[in-house]
């Protein structure tokens, strides 16, 4: 075992953490808002509007991160019409197609979370809020979302753990993340078990700060 190698490596995977910290947390914002828009069409009472976000939850939480990570990043930069758009200054950069990846992964599982703390909501809450004369927009934003948001917070805490697991693919479109660092350092060093455990290391502290950030709110904002 290289303790020197494992030394020397942190500082260099520290850095590349922020990285990835940077792409969970815009992934994660981004996500939270597609999230919140599809779990409310999916709560819509139209037929087409509702089969249109199921859809689109369908085949995000259906089809695995890393060939929707190669579709956005190789697939679309074959299609000659976008590559001559403005769009182009977007998709062409990797940084940004694993944000648009994780973004939509995130926002179908949020989405499934969000619908789900909806339903949970006793009807008796939204009748009192009628009953007072407020109008059904304002239970929606001041009293549904809040509930639900309040409630999903376990089975948030955990897609939030996975999507920081998941930010390691953005490795293989050439980002310098943690992981793509510890590649790196690995094809100089040909040293892969001290590296990872250097790397595993610092994703497992992250975990553990994130599982310990729900759990207070969790605490914080229970009944």
């Known amino acids: 075992m290289d303790f020197e190698l494992m030394i020397n490596s942190f500082p260099k995977l520290l850095n590349a953490a922020v990285v990835t910290l940077k792409l969970l947390s815009v992934s994660l914002i981004v996500g939270l808002f597609i999230g919140l828009l599809f779990a409310i069409l999916r709560l819509n009472k139209n037929i087409f509007i509702n089969k249109f976000a199921y859809g689109y939850s369908y085949v995000f939480r259906g089809t695995p991160l890393l060939v929707q990570i190669f579709i956005i ?39 499934e979370i969000l619908r789900s703390a909806f339903q949970t909501i006793k009807p008796g809450i939204i009748e009192a809020g009628k009953s007072l004369g407020i109008s059904n927009k304002i239970i929606f934003y001041k009293v549904q979302i809040p509930i639900a948001i309040r409630q ?11 999507m920081l697991k998941g930010t390691s693919l953005a490795s293989t479109v050439t980002l310098m993340d943690l992981t793509g660092v510890a590649k790196y350092i690995i094809s100089t060093t040909f040293k892969p078990i001290e590296v990872f455990i250097v790397a595993g290391g610092i994703y497992l502290f992250m975990t553990f700060i994130i599982h310990n950030l729900i759990k207070f709110l969790e605490k914080k904002y229970s009944y």
Request: proline share 4%.
């Open 73 to 111: 990043y190789f697939g679309l930069g074959q299609i000659e019409s976008l590559r001559s758009s403005f769009l182009w200054l977007i998709l062409k950069e990797p940084y940004w197609c694993a944000i648009i990846a994780f973004a939509l992964n995130t926002g179908a599982y949020t989405s």
């Open 152 to 162: 999903s917070l376990p089975a948030y805490g955990n897609e939030i753990i996975l």
